[in-house]
Nanobody, 127 residues
Framework: QVVLVESGGGLVQAGGSLRLSCAAS????????MGWFRQAPGKEREVVAA????????YYADSVKGRFTISRDNVKNTVSLQMDRLKPEDTAVYYC????????????????????WGQGTQVTVSS
């Protein structure tokens, strides 16, 4: 049984930082591209960042480039999202997701390509 558990969300002022973490179990972690998505009220779920199993390839949405950093620890089976210079428009529920990707190919940026999902963690950025 695959379980993804996010943590680290909360309320922060604009310009501040948060670090999200996702702990994975029940899967061969190294074989999965890990992604972070977010969904704001009334909007579709969108990709924020993703990283391949070997950590060699990353993907960032244009809206977060230069502010967010994704990283993973294949020993601890965790993936993190460091979010700096947060903006009110970053407010959303953030989800961790896993995509089986044995070839470490370019991380997918569509939600329907991911196999497993966490329950989400709320991030609220006040102005």
């Amino acid at each position: 049984q695959v379980v993804l558990v996010e943590s680290g969300g909360g309320l922060v002022q604009a310009g501040g930082s948060l670090r999200l973490s996702c702990a994975a179990s029940g899967l061969t972690f190294r074989s999965y591209t890990m992604g972070w998505f977010r969904q704001a009220p009334g909007k579709e779920r969108e990709v924020v960042a993703a990283v391949t199993g070997n950590g060699g390839r990353t993907y960032y949405a244009d809206s977060v480039k230069g502010r967010f950093t994704i990283s993973r620890d294949n020993v601890k089976n965790t993936v993190s999202l460091q979010m700096d210079r947060l903006k009110p428009e970053d407010t959303a529920v953030y989800y961790c997701a896993a995509d089986l990707n044995l070839r470490d190919s370019i991380p997918p940026d569509r939600a329907n390509e991911y196999d497993y999902w966490g329950q989400g963690t709320q991030v609220t950025v006040s102005s």
